[in-house]
């Protein structure tokens, strides 16, 4: 147990790489992250990305970057209630990282693709 309020408690160790695999080293979660800096901020529009996520492991994990204070979570309608999600700053804060391991695939992954940033349709529609 942690007795000194202002450390944090390490799942697995201090080193940095391992707390930042904590949080983002699953198979999903960086696509998720992906997604949000591209513009998409609802359920729906996250669960439509190609790489075809369950729907049940898409809630799982904006859960828990929500408790993470990575991602946040704002109604856009009351019945039936329903919410957009928005990266926070520590969210936001993973753009260079991502951004260098776009780079990084380019090199290494020939005829990999970028994906354009998401268009939003008109706030009429869900």
């Known amino acids: 147990m942690n007795d000194n309020p202002d450390q944090s408690t390490f799942e697995r160790s201090c080193c940095p790489i391992a707390c930042a695999l904590d949080q983002l080293g699953d198979k999903w979660t960086l696509l998720i992250i992906r997604d949000l800096l591209l513009g998409k901020k609802r359920y729906q529009e996250l669960i439509t990305s190609p790489e075809r996520i369950a729907t049940n492991i898409l809630a799982d994990r904006l859960k828990k970057l929500e408790i993470a204070g990575i991602v946040m979570q704002q109604a856009y309608q009351q ?46 529609e869900n």
């Open 79 to 124: 019945k039936p209630l329903r919410h957009e999600y928005r990266l926070t700053k520590k969210g936001e804060d993973l753009r260079p990282i991502l951004e260098a391991l776009v780079k990084w695939g380019k090199v290494y992954y020939p005829g990999s693709m970028v994906f354009k940033p998401h268009e939003h349709r008109s706030s009429g």
